[in-house]
């Protein structure tokens, strides 16, 4: 069993930054794929990077640039640097492990970033 902890969510200003982190349980971290999604009011959660453990990265259109995902196997963290947000960045940011070899998802319970504009 997996449990995810996110943090670093917040209140930020139109080209401010954040960053988020989540902090997994459990073993197999290190071969897992972690990453990020975000779900915005009326909005279906979507992808905004994931890292495979093969340091392969994927990133959403709307933040590549901007955002950096990283991963510390020693740590079992995965951090998310978000620079020049903007107020579509305004969301619950969900943390997301998948182990790939069964096919199961874990999430997290989100941590909220709202950008005012």
């Known amino acids: 069993q997996v449990q995810l902890v996110e943090s670093g969510g917040g209140l930020v200003q139109a080209g401010g930054s954040l960053r988020l982190s989540c902090v997994a349980s459990?073993?197999?971290?290190?071969?897992?794929?972690v990453g990020w999604y975000r779900q915005a009011p009326g909005m279906q959660r979507e992808l905004v990077a994931t890292?495979?453990?093969?340091?392969?990265?994927k990133y959403a259109a709307s933040v590549k640039g901007r955002f950096t995902i990283s991963r510390d196997n020693d740590k079992n963290t995965v951090d998310l640097p978000m620079r020049r947000l903007v107020f579509e960045d305004s969301a619950l940011y969900y943390c997301?492990?998948?182990?790939?070899?069964?096919?199961?998802?874990?999430w997290g319970q989100g941590t909220l970033v709202t950008v005012s504009s």
């Open positions: 459990g073993s197999k971290f290190d071969i897992s794929t």
């Open positions: 997301y492990l998948l182990q790939w070899w069964s096919g199961v998802e874990y």
């Open positions: 890292m495979t453990a093969g340091d392969l990265r």
